[in-house]
């Protein structure tokens, strides 16, 4: 790995960005011109372009693009030696999540760092906030709200000249195959918020529903418009899941946790009850102190990784998702070993993607998602012999061994996983496939 600069001089040079491009100019470089030279042999274009740039001799990867392709380019940058900042959601299937774990793992054998897009945990009120949360100032926590409802997300016309491949990549919100519907976009910050009060313990099952009121045409591709999930763990503890994209309707982002003591509005940065307490400080930029600490991480050589929750995370998005399309209970045993995928014929952009339109133009949710779960069944959650409803169960889960089963991850299995929360803290050469909007983030 090259030298990593100091933050002076990282200040004082011009800092020069190998972007993965498709023939624009980054818009890094209009916003901060003084900063980032990007020149024409810097840019490496099309969906294997990850390729020739990790050999580009970049110390950083900045992962930013559609879903389906994160888990992909997440463990081809560790496998070549790279420190990674990756964005949510980190998969779309479950294979995608054992790579995750897969690269996880290799991050942490080669002292690399992993830092997620989840960007609510470095927030300095939310941090502050979970950690008297986790001290017991609301006692045993039992339920847990998360809601996302916002207006809906932008969806793009074709251009003319597009191949079906470059359209869906485009606008990439629209397909499930690429973004893991609204619950990948948005509803995994707040899946994730939930699970970081509760120890990111896995639930038992979920089960929900959800559909598409308004969001129909050629423009919306196949994702559903609202969901509604619910996910039940040990000793009757449930989180309630809300996500909607709906123009004119109520609109709230939240998280609210109810305990025997006390509750919590995680974002407003209150505990009421026993214990009454408001976070006093400053205020914070998240999307900045994640990158902070990624940097000062590579710096100190101590690396950092979050990549249980990431995995964890992306799957609850993905549960979420799954419950609504297939209209089925379904457990994290089930949801973890998953084999079921929908990828395209190729990656390149003539190939074929999973969806396709119909003659009138229209995408039709594949049904079922081509039964999601490995065994096309629901029922009850047996982990190493116990009963989901006894209380044992919890220290079970708390080791829960994540099983690499598909293709893509070579079949082999991954020990126990720690369960790690982000460090605090800054800029290497750095690697920027495509920036993206974080919805609800």
């Known amino acids: 790995m090259q030298s990593v600069p100091t933050a002076a001089q990282a200040g004082r040079r011009r800092r020069r960005f190998r972007v993965a491009d498709r023939g624009k100019p980054p818009r890094l470089a209009e916003a901060k011109p003084g900063q980032v030279s990007v020149d024409a042999d810097h840019r490496f274009v099309g969906l294997q372009s990850y390729r020739p740039l990790l050999e580009s001799g970049v110390d950083v990867v900045l992962i930013a693009v559609p879903s389906h392709f994160s888990p992909i380019y997440l463990k081809a940058a560790v496998d070549a030696g790279k420190h990674v900042f ?134 919306f591709g196949d994702v559903f418009d609202h969901h509604a999930t619910v996910f039940h763990y040990p000793n009757g503890v449930q989180m309630h899941a809300y996500c909607r994209q709906i123009n004119g309707t109520w609109t709230e982002v939240s998280d609210k946790f109810i305990g025997t003591k006390g509750r919590c509005d995680l974002l407003k940065n209150v505990i009421e009850g026993e214990t009454n307490w408001r976070y006093q400080g400053p205020p914070s930029n998240r999307f900045d102190l994640e990158h902070a600490a990624l940097f000062s991480a590579i710096r100190s050589g101590k690396p950092i990784n979050n990549s249980t929750y990431m995995a964890r995370s992306s799957l609850l998005a993905l549960m979420a998702t799954w419950c609504s399309h297939t209209g089925q209970e379904i457990t994290w045993e089930q949801a973890l070993r998953s084999n079921k995928q929908a990828n395209p014929t190729g990656y390149d952009f003539d190939a074929v993607p999973p969806t396709v339109p119909d003659p009138d133009g229209n995408y039709r949710r594949r049904a079922g998602i081509d039964a999601v779960l490995a065994d096309g069944r629901s029922g009850r959650l047996q982990v190493r012999g116990h009963d989901p409803s006894r209380r044992t169960l919890r220290g079970s889960l708390r080791q829960w061994a994540a099983v690499r089963d598909s293709p893509r991850s070579g079949g082999s299995s991954v020990g126990v996983l720690p369960t790690e929360q982000p460090e605090t803290a800054a800029s290497t050469r750095s690697l920027c496939l495509q920036n993206r909007r974080r919805p609800c983030g």
């Open 86 to 219: 990756c964005e949510k959601t980190h998969a779309v299937d479950a294979p995608g999540v054992r790579m995750v774990i897969e690269a996880g793992e290799t991050a942490r054998n080669k002292g690399l760092c992993v830092v997620s897009g989840l960007a609510w945990r470095y927030d300095t009120g939310v941090r502050e906030t979970m950690k008297r949360i986790h001290d017991g100032a609301i006692g045993e926590i039992h339920t847990i709200q998360e809601i996302c409802n916002t207006g809906s997300l932008r969806s793009l016309p074709r251009r003319p000249g597009m191949t079906e491949m470059e359209y869906q990549i485009y606008n990439w919100y629209d397909f499930n195959w690429l973004s893991a519907d609204l619950p990948g976009l948005n509803l995994v910050h707040n899946v994730d918020k939930g699970a970081w009060a509760l120890h990111d313990e896995p639930p038992l099952m979920a089960w929900g529903m959800g559909g598409r009121e308004v969001r129909k045409g050629p423009s």
